[in-house]
């Protein structure tokens, strides 16, 4: 699938049902901008809805467990949409103000808590805030929204949030010269660590793009890296009560702006700015792939919820599926290696069975 030239993706989501693949987008056009979210069928490329807005939207959120809706932020609100798998139709449930900075509100991130009972977002006025849903279970609509808490966190407006499947740890991330990744306790709003990226590295700070937790809770993996200089990521150790920084490896010798996690924890996806994807297998920290897939910077990478492929789309709005993220197993390869052996034997066999005739 392709778009026109003048086309940015922000955001690309999968698999809400089966095979739903969601693309929010922004163009320009003299003084216009628009937005538009597009559904697609992911086996027949087929386009099967679309929505339009009159701003850009600057992320777009699915909520979790298979549930068939996601959150939109654009300026200083939040949208939250249901979605029909069986058709790809687009409905929006309700909207919220969700960011009152008194010069230039706008919420920049937004993500739904594991049991879809609230969303948490961050934005300009640098508060973190809890949403709770109302929610009607016959209809499986939103009604409504109401604020659950706050808390102060970043001194610059806040770019990115992770939070924890029990819903104990926020890690949030800082734009501009903010660079650190906090981390606050979800019940109380303490904050508890400030993680920075020179923290035992012996190198100068750098600015965090993004901030993951695994599944299991057990680590938090942060990407830092600012234009001009390499890459690198750190997992820490969330268990612990100082986010003990357990390995930083480099990715990368650029800038690279994007990072997401498979559903299973095992490997990151690594977007650059040189069109790049690296795949850095968790267990090991190592990278196991690194392909060219762009000419030029990538603008979002995303799984697919079952890990088989990467999504990724480029500046000039061309989108790709990079299949099998996942290196070879080690009994995939031991047989792979058997069989070349085998292989190699009948060559063998058979020449030297033909020079004694």
Known sequence: MSNSSFGTSLEIITNIGQNLLFVSEVKEGGYELSSYVKSYDVE????????HFDEAITKISLATQEKNWFAIAKKDVVQLY????????????TEFQADFDSENPHVNTVEFLYENKQVITGGNDTILRVWSLNIDKKKDLVTDVKEFKKYKSHTTPIAHIDVT?????VASIGSGDDKQCLIHDFATGNLLNELTFSEKTGQPNMSFQGCIFSPSRRYLYTLASEAGKKSYVTRWDAKSEDFKNLNTIKVADNYCPHFTMSSDGFYLAIGSETGFIKSLNTRYMQIDRDDQIHPGKMECVEFSNDTRFVLTCD???TYCFVPNMRAPGLMRAFFQYLMLAFFAYFIYRSIMESFFE
């Open 44 to 51: 027949e490329k087929d386009k099967l809805d679309v929505k």
């Open 82 to 93: 249901k979605v029909i798998p069986e058709t790809g139709k687009l409905t929006m449930m």
């Open 165 to 169: 499947f029990d819903h104990e740890l």
């Open 315 to 317: 500046k000039e709005g």
